[in-house]
């Protein structure tokens, strides 16, 4: 019927529910990501209670006195993490996972639209086929190009948004505290931000 059948899996994020565009308020949509009320989606990252433990993220878009919500909720009854844009969510986030570890293993500079997969490919192309989201002034509309290969888009390999790349970061500060104790891990880089990734 050429309606999107939930939920759709798009590598390490899966998607529930794309939600209702608002068009009428601007505070829904900024330039590159379109915020609507109902969206939902998933995503495994560190637990905030043991970041080397695996924790399904569930992040949500609600309307609270006509502004938009984000959350951030973990399925280990831990209490959600809220703001007023993706970006507040995912910083708060990636600095509770540091304070859990009593480390800087991941760079806090937020990348909340990707983590809430707003900004993922498949999510713009559907979001822009929604009622309504001509209207958004703000929004700047993306083309996309028909490929075969559904998979060719890859999430950058991110310590912030990726569940296996925040464990090399893990292991890689452990050894750097302990290098006569630990094996050095493989293929380590540093990143100019003083996060680490591989």
């Known amino acids: 019927m ?14 529930h529910s794309l ?7 601007p505070e829904f949509h900024s330039e590159d990501a379109i915020y609507p009320v109902g969206y939902v989606s998933t995503r495994y990252y560190g637990s905030l209670k043991d970041p ?4 399904m993220y569930t992040c949500k878009v609600s309307d609270v006195n006509d ?8 399925d280990n009854n831990c209490p959600p993490i809220t703001g007023d844009t993706p970006d507040v969510c995912h910083s708060l986030l990636l600095q509770k996972i540091n304070d859990a570890l009593s480390l800087n293993v991941v760079s806090t500079r937020p990348r909340g639209n990707d983590f809430f997969g707003l900004t993922h490919p498949t999510v713009l192309h559907l979001l ?20 075969k290969n559904a998979d060719s888009f890859t999430e950058d390999n991110d310590a912030g948004l990726s569940y296996e790349y925040l464990q090399r970061s893990i292991n890689f500060c452990k050894y750097k505290m302990a290098p006569d104790v630990l094996q050095k891990p493989e293929e380590c880089v540093n990143n100019t931000d003083g996060a680490h990734y591989y």
């Open 19 to 25: 939600g209702e565009v608002i068009s009428d308020r």
């Open 67 to 74: 502004l938009p919500r984000f959350e951030i909720a973990s």
């Open 128 to 147: 822009q086929s929604s009622p309504g989201t001509r209207k958004c002034t703000s929004y700047k509309w993306c083309k996309f190009e028909v490929v």
């Open 52 to 55: 080397t433990q695996k924790c």
């Open 2 to 15: 050429g309606r999107p059948v939930f939920p759709i899996e798009l590598g390490r994020l899966t998607i």
